[in-house]
């Protein structure tokens, strides 16, 4: 992208959030890549994963960097693990949930971005089960459906 300067993170490098029990380290935020993209690197617990859901502006790429995940995209249930990597397409429901018995970790890249902005919001949220009207409400600002 012309005119951003280089940027180099290392390993536990970046800004992390809490957001529901998951952690996430913004790597690359969309206001660096001119709104192009995001890349973010999420440890998710066992037995954690968002519910299932859809966006209508962006698309999510997910590489697995460490653990077991299950992935629902569309129709389609897999279980892969380190090096595999999914696509999930606007307007397509998707999830993902480790399945392991460690904290797993996985890339997601948001393109183009603005999904990030939903997840640093949703970070502001109260620890323990989110209000589920809130949650709705902020999700609908982002062009996000829990289904």
Same mark, same amino acid.
């Given at each position: 992208?012309?005119?951003?300067?280089?940027?180099?993170?290392?390993?536990?490098?970046?800004?992390?959030?809490?957001?529901? =029990?998951?952690?996430?380290?913004?790597?690359?935020?969309?206001? &660096? /890549?001119?709104?192009?993209? $995001?890349?973010?690197? #999420?440890?998710?617990?066992?037995?954690? =994963?968002?519910?299932?859901?859809?966006?209508?502006?962006?698309? &999510? /790429?997910?590489?697995?960097? $460490?653990?077991?995940? #299950?992935?629902?995209?569309?129709?389609?249930?897999?279980?892969?693990?380190?090096?595999?990597?999914?696509?999930?397409?606007?307007?397509?429901?998707?999830?993902?949930?480790?399945?392991?018995?460690?904290?797993?970790?996985?890339?997601?890249?948001?393109?183009?971005?603005?999904?990030?902005?939903?997840?640093?919001?949703?970070?502001?949220?109260?620890?323990?089960?989110?209000?589920?009207?809130?949650?709705?409400?902020?999700?609908?600002?982002?062009?996000?459906?829990?289904?």
């Amino acid at each position: 992208m012309q005119g951003s300067p280089p940027k180099v993170l290392r390993a536990n490098e970046g800004t992390t959030r809490s957001v529901l =029990g998951e952690r996430y380290t913004w790597k690359i935020s969309g206001a &660096e /890549s001119g709104e192009a993209y $995001a890349l973010l690197e #999420a440890e998710v617990p066992p037995n954690a =994963g968002p519910p299932l859901h859809l966006h209508r502006r962006e698309d &999510e /790429s997910f590489y697995v960097l $460490a653990g077991t995940y #299950a992935f629902r995209v569309g129709g389609q249930l897999i279980q892969l693990g380190p090096g595999s990597c999914v696509f999930g397409p606007r307007g397509i429901p998707h999830t993902c949930k480790n399945v392991g018995t460690t904290p797993s970790r996985h890339l997601v890249t948001i393109t183009p971005a603005g999904f990030e902005k939903f997840l640093e919001a949703l970070s502001a949220f109260p620890a323990g089960p989110p209000n589920l009207n809130a949650l709705a409400r902020l999700a609908a600002q982002y062009d996000l459906t829990f289904v």
